[in-house]
């Protein structure tokens, strides 16, 4: 019988302290506070999803109840009797938490805390809340909370002022796609540094889902997965095609750039999603023209980096600002115009004049001499 296979983000989930990526400074805090005896008896964990607020209050309840592999197995693995997870989303209700508070007056079976970590508990009822409150008023000594949340604002200040407070972020592009590079490795597979770095922008700091992407492109049996792979996997606009697209606009060659336009959406790109990829790309464009080539304030490839900065030097920071803010307004009045494609091409087609318009509006104005002595 075949063995199940097992997702990438639960297989490649850390189990240690040392092994966190992204949220090392709270990794950090909590082993000092084991090692120092300063653990409190609730924390409140929050933070987008996917940054790993679940594995994170697994590995303090390891670090506090674990020692043999048996018992680290079961916590990671969510099955241990002394760390009870509950998953507030679908037990809401006041009589799920009194049947926690009645259960945790019981001493642990064999390690030194009761470790509760409720997960989505922004999603307990009014009365849930109250329940739980007096037991986390007073807990008793031998039982530890850790409540862990998207949503910190919809828990209420009785239960926050009664936890440790530990805001998770969102995990830098960088740090995502050094792990995603290891994972490949540990796959025994190859993947080009430039999809690295897509998957993980397309992560959005979330590192379960840039690995849930990940897994979806090894699914297909490729030992090396490209970037036109995973173009082709989500319906994504060529990053080349756009890179043509964006030389165009440059040139102030309108004509070219509707061609290229076109050619992207034959390809089975969105209005809106072509919009988003754009809007990404001068936006890259925009920091590269106001910060140098070397800024780290957007995350590519080297040559991806190159490329990409010999393009901003055919813009200036303020022009790109503006063009920003002219897709930004179509995207918006396409979502609910019954002709976004017109929308589209009028679109590009003023943004390839956009230095034209600059000049006419520089004459108007009285500012043409200016204007001209700069350009030359």
Known sequence: MSTPYTALARRYRSQGFDEVVGQEPIARTLRNAIATNRVAHAYLFTGTRGVGKTTMARLFAKALNGGSPEV?????????????????????????????????????????????????????????????????????????????????????????????????????????????????????????????????RLGNGSMRDALSLLDRLLAG?????????????????????????????????????????????????????????????????????????????VDLSDAAREEESARASKFDAAGLVHMIALCENVQRAAKNSAVPRTLLDALVVRLAMTEKLADVTAVVTGRGGAVAAKKR
């Open 221 to 297: 049996g490729e030992r090396k997965i490209t970037v036109k792979l995973l173009e082709d996997l989500l319906g994504l606009p060529d990053r080349v095609l756009i890179g043509n697209l964006i030389d165009s606009l440059a040139a102030a060659d309108a004509g070219a750039a509707l061609q290229r336009t076109d050619q992207l959406l034959q390809r089975g790109s969105s209005v809106d999603h072509l919009l988003d990829t754009i809007l990404a790309r001068l936006r890259d464009l925009m920091v590269l023209a106001a910060c140098g080539g070397q800024t780290d304030l």
């Open 72 to 200: 680290d197995a079961a916590i990671m693995g969510g099955t241990d009797t002394d760390t009870i997870e509950i998953d507030a989303a679908s037990n809401t209700g006041v009589d799920d938490v009194r049947g926690l508070i009645a259960n945790a007056a019981y001493r642990p079976l064999r390690g030194k805390y009761k470790v509760y970590i409720i997960d989505e508990v922004h999603m307990l009822s009014t009365q849930a809340f109250n329940a739980l409150l007096k037991t986390m008023e007073e807990p008793p000594e031998h039982v530890k909370f850790i409540l862990c949340t998207t949503d910190a604002h919809k828990v209420p200040a009785t239960i926050q002022s009664r936890c440790q407070r530990f805001d998770f972020r969102n995990i830098p592009t960088s740090q995502i796609a050094q792990h995603l590079a290891a994972v490949v490795k540990e796959e025994k597979a190859s993947a080009d540094p430039e999809l690295l770095q897509q998957v993980a």
